[in-house]
């Protein structure tokens, strides 16, 4: 494909070929309508001018009779850039005047003639020049007629000159027009290229890679930061899968390889102590199965599949359930679960994600929370700053500041807390849940003054203003 | 009168399903097998059965396409569906399409006979007993009062309807899954084991000052109510 034909398909250059052929059409309207407007004013002025002489023609000749007239007439036609002036017999001779030759038949009618007409004359230079002229004829009571005409050739000349003047003009405008469209035409074309260069770069396997963007905020940055933002998305996601098929090659090695020895080890028994083992062995795959389950569903909510599935729910009936829920679990360890619950928050969402991210950080306070600075575990929702905020906070050991970004992350437990079972997935699931509801899910301490052991831990989830 | 439970197994793995059919016929379930969908359907349409496990994924007709078909037909034995895609919205698919219950591979094989006995059960008896009796416990589900021996017992709306549901299918094993779906209503994974101590507090309502325990835990699948004496009688 030529370099042209490229050009010619683009977009740009289409409009300015289509601009130009609707700008050419009005132009080329302009210059009849301008010459033609022109021509009859003068044409007017070439009447008024000649019907002005024959005025005075025939006082000369009632004043003074045709003598006078012939002396004026001669007069008349001696003068530099003089009119036409005839005076012809009743059947059409030229007796006098400064015309060597009319069309015939000219001289019969009595007023204006119809037409411009050619004639011929008197020059010293050639008698072939023929030119163009409007003319009287004035019959007088004696047979003569007397023609008065003005020649046609200026206002034919100055019609040419504003044409030619118009096209001219006309034709630097449209060369200049089509200089500009092709400077713009290659100027989008070549930041296209920059553009499809790029993501050929980023399909080859290098998401880090952005398009490029000029800064000046036109339709083409506009476009380059909505696909960059896209990318910024799409390596994020793609930064997670690895992370999580890293995470699973480590860390489900470990009840894999658990799993394994215990199986060995019931080999090795005998009898009754072998369904123990067993028992044991099923117990591991559940877990496993457990971990398996969780991971999936995060990467489903956070592919945003469940999405569809979202609708107007009972924030504070969730909340409500779950607190009842999971109270008898934390009395049994000597925890105190207690609910602040605002009626009537209804927001857009999924009833079992939200239930399950509520009831995550409610399992971590209870697993947590045990021993800690006050028994207390508070569960409160309410409207803050046009936000419905759902916080669950404990009197626990709490997350230091500086491990708080960590802890959401997949797989990721503190020392403290490998003691305890559970997968590391549990905030990572909130994360993502909160995510797909537009929301944020936000770590602080309970009580930043308290001692080492009873910062504890307050955990916000922060959903978008609800709809009512 | 002890008539045996029937049911079919549409199920493209082979050796799942043989594994599922020795299971149930161990359980004392007679158990017949299709390995896709236009088999399944056919079976299912021709002879009568208790309880149809359907998997979603099938070849030749997928499984809600069967379970449509079926009720299209006007055929309404219970359906349960078996899913590798145990996600919140497979499930409501699943109900939507005319299944009776849903179960995410992979599950326990206690959880599935569990499911299948109580929803064999329920094409029998439709649910119109006002008062559930298990011995001499009795339940009324219009006054919303539980008694034994005669002696009023206190109970939390939600211990109620937890009580009501294990009455409901009394002298089967009811999953903690299936408590938590039926009588909370939520479908996650609570991670602890908050519906044992439910139970344990509803045990303790109901048996802490009489002789006989009715409540009992059944190892490695949940929890049944029963009383022993008729069952022994």
């Known amino acids: ?468 | 009168m002890v008539t045996r439970m029937k049911i079919l197994i549409i199920e493209d793995d082979i050796e799942a399903a043989a594994y599922l059919a020795k299971a149930f016929r161990e359980a004392g379930i007679v158990c017949d097998h299709a390995s896709d969908g236009e088999s399944g359907l056919f079976m299912a349409s021709e002879n009568s059965y208790d309880v149809l496990v359907v998997d979603r994924m099938l070849p030749r007709r997928d499984g809600l396409s069967v379970i449509t078909e079926l009720r299209g037909k006007g055929i309404h034995t219970p359906v349960l569906i078996l899913s590798a895609l145990g996600q919140v919205d497979d499930r409501v698919t699943g109900l939507r399409a005319g299944g009776d219950d849903y179960l995410p591979k992979p599950y326990a094989f206690n959880e599935l006979l569990a499911r299948v006995e109580v929803l064999g059960r329920r094409k029998g008896a439709p649910d119109q007993d006002m008062v559930y009796r298990v011995g001499d416990l009795e339940l009324d589900r219009l006054s919303h009062s539980v008694r034994r021996q005669g002696k009023e017992i206190p109970l939390q709306p939600r211990e109620f309807r937890l009580l009501e549901y294990l009455m409901k299918n009394a002298g089967q094993v009811v999953t903690r899954t299936m408590l938590l779906e039926n009588v909370w209503d939520y479908h996650f994974d609570p991670q602890t084991n908050v519906i044992d101590v439910h139970v344990s507090r509803l045990r303790s309502k109901i048996e802490k000052d009489f002789d006989l325990p009715l409540l009992r835990t059944v190892r490695g699948a949940g929890y049944m109510i029963k009383d022993d004496r008729t069952a022994s009688a």
């Not at chain 1, 309207?29 to 008024?48: A, C, H, I, P």
């Not at chain 1, 909505?226 to 793609?238: D, H, P, T, V, Y």
């Not at chain 1, 090695?253 to 090795?268: F, G, S, V």
């Not at chain 1, 009972?314 to 009395?331: G, K, M």
């Open chain 1, 1 to 468: 494909m030529s370099k042209l034909g490229v050009l010619f398909r683009t977009t740009a250059v289409r409009l300015s070929a289509l601009y130009l052929i609707l700008f050419s059409l009005c132009a080329a309207f302009l210059v009849f309508y301008v010459t033609g407007m022109s021509e009859r004013l003068l044409q007017q002025q070439t009447r008024d001018a000649v019907t002005a002489e024959v005025t005075q023609i025939e006082q000369v000749y009632t004043r003074a009779g045709i003598n006078g007239l012939l002396r004026s007439l001669e007069r008349r036609a001696r003068q530099p850039g003089a009119n036409l002036y005839v005076i012809a017999g009743p059947s059409g001779e030229i007796l006098a005047g400064n015309v060597a030759s009319l069309e015939p038949g000219l001289l019969d009618r009595e007023g204006w003639t119809e037409k411009p007409f050619a004639y011929q004359r008197y020059t010293d230079e050639s008698r072939k020049d023929s030119h163009v002229a409007l003319a009287h004829v004035l019959m007088l009571d004696n047979g003569l007629r007397i023609l008065v005409g003005r020649d046609l050739q200026e206002p034919q000349k100055f019609r040419a000159l504003v044409r030619q003047a118009l096209m001219v003009a006309l034709g630097i405008m449209g060369l200049g027009a089509l200089i500009i469209w092709f400077a713009i035409g290659r100027n989008a074309l070549k930041r296209i290229d920059r553009m499809s260069e790029a993501s050929t770069k980023i399909m080859a396997g290098d998401l880090s890679q952005r398009l490029p963007t000029s800064g000046s905020g036109d339709e083409f940055d506009r476009l380059s930061e909505s696909l960059n933002a896209m990318l910024g998305r799409i390596e994020k996601l793609n930064e997670g899968l690895r992370q999580v098929s890293d995470n699973i090659a480590h860390d489900l090695k470990t009840p894999l390889t658990r799993l394994r020895n215990k199986a060995e080890a019931a080999l090795a028994r005998k009898g009754t102590s072998q369904r123990g083992a067993l028992e044991e062995i099923i117990g591991e795959s559940d877990q496993l199965i457990r971990t398996f389950n969780a991971l999936l569903m995060i990467s489903r909510v956070e592919a945003g599949s469940a999405a569809a599935e979202m609708s107007e729910v009972d924030l504070s009936q969730i909340v409500s359930d779950c607190v009842e829920l999971y109270e008898p679990v934390a009395e049994d360890v000597g925890l105190r679960l207690e609910a602040d619950v605002a009626p009537g928050m209804v927001i857009s969402g999924n009833r079992e994600l939200v239930g399950q991210a509520l009831g995550n950080l409610l399992d971590n306070a209870i697993k947590y929370a045990e021993g800690g600075a006050d028994p207390l575990i508070k569960v409160s929702l309410g409207r803050r700053d046009g936000k419905v905020v759902l916080s669950v906070a404990d009197h626990g050991p709490g997350v230091p500041e500086d491990k708080r970004e960590e802890v959401v992350k997949r797989f990721v437990r503190l020392d403290e807390s490998r003691s305890k079972p559970g997968t590391g997935l549990g905030l990572s699931l909130v994360e993502a849940v909160m995510e797909m509801h537009h929301g944020a899910l936000n770590l602080a301490a309970t009580d930043p003054e308290g001692g080492d052991n009873g910062k504890g831990l307050t955990v916000h989830m922060v959903f978008p203003a609800s709809a009512t």
